[in-house]
């Protein structure tokens, strides 16, 4: 590549960290990345975006696999992928989301909390409906074009809280596998097990079963007999 050509498209080559504030404002980490909140520097706009950096330096096959099924899908329940950022320094890779303010798993576990506090608050039945629906409306455009999500959990259910889009579901997950690359090889990664108490049977044993655990999680958001069993269930396989 010519130097001058180079070095010009270095120049104009926009910079996260000239774009967005998120210096000690990291909110999560997985096995993929770290996620941080930012908002922007040129104050154009007041929203709160979601800052993902991915693990490890430059771009794996996952990485971009990852960016290419993200800019194709468009659905009011499934995160959107806003800007791709490369760092050229470091070789670091960011990627810029919407953020929201909660996720299911924090809305169970603070219904669960009020209950054992001795005051109960129950999840309004039109809540249950609404957020049931919106992630079988995200699951099944998932489905539909041939992508499946390996790691369905209240905590991959985000929720937001801002005016606009109150209560919307977002499904999100740092790896999104297609049927015809479910495979080590494919993957360019081992493959990994979802938790216990939400890992589907299709993943676990390869039987054929429905999300019951993450259902169950928004129907019922207290401790049921059932993920007591499975807790159990899983001490002593240990």
């Known amino acids: 590549m010519d130097y001058d050509f ?12 000239d774009l967005f504030e998120y210096e000690g404002c990291k909110v999560g980490r997985g096995t993929y990345g770290h996620v941080y909140k930012a908002k922007r520097k040129d104050g ?3 929203k709160e975006y979601a800052l993902k950096q991915i693990e490890g330096t430059g ?14 899908l468009k659905h009011p329940n499934v995160i959107a992928l806003q800007k791709v950022f490369l760092s050229h320094s470091d070789r670091k890779v960011w990627l ?4 929201a303010e909660h996720d299911l798993w924090h809305i169970i576990k603070f219904h669960r909390a009020s209950k054992a506090n001795k005051k109960p608050m129950q999840l309004p039945r039109g809540m249950v409906k609404s957020l049931l629906y919106q992630i079988l409306d995200g699951i099944h455009y998932l489905h539909a074009n041939w992508v499946l999500h390996r790691d369905l959990k209240p905590a991959n259910i985000l929720v937001m ?15 999104w596998v297609s049927p015809d690359l479910n495979s080590p090889q494919a993957t360019g990664r081992p493959l990994t ?17 429905t999300s019951y655990c993450v259902f169950a999680g928004v129907r019922y958001p207290t401790k049921t007999s059932f993920s007591m069993k499975m807790s159990q269930r899983r001490k002593t396989e240990k």
């Open 6 to 17: 180079k070095t010009k498209l270095a120049a104009e080559r926009e910079r996260v960290e």
């Open 44 to 46: 154009k706009d007041e």
């Open 59 to 72: 771009i794996s096959m996952s990485a971009c696999r990852e960016i290419a099924l993200l800019r194709e």
């Open 96 to 99: 810029l989301f919407d953020y």
């Open 161 to 175: 809280g801002k005016v606009l889009e109150r209560g919307r579901v977002k499904i999100v997950y740092w790896t």
């Open 193 to 209: 097990a979802a938790d216990i108490l939400v890992q589907g049977p299709e993943l676990a044993r390869g039987l054929h079963y």
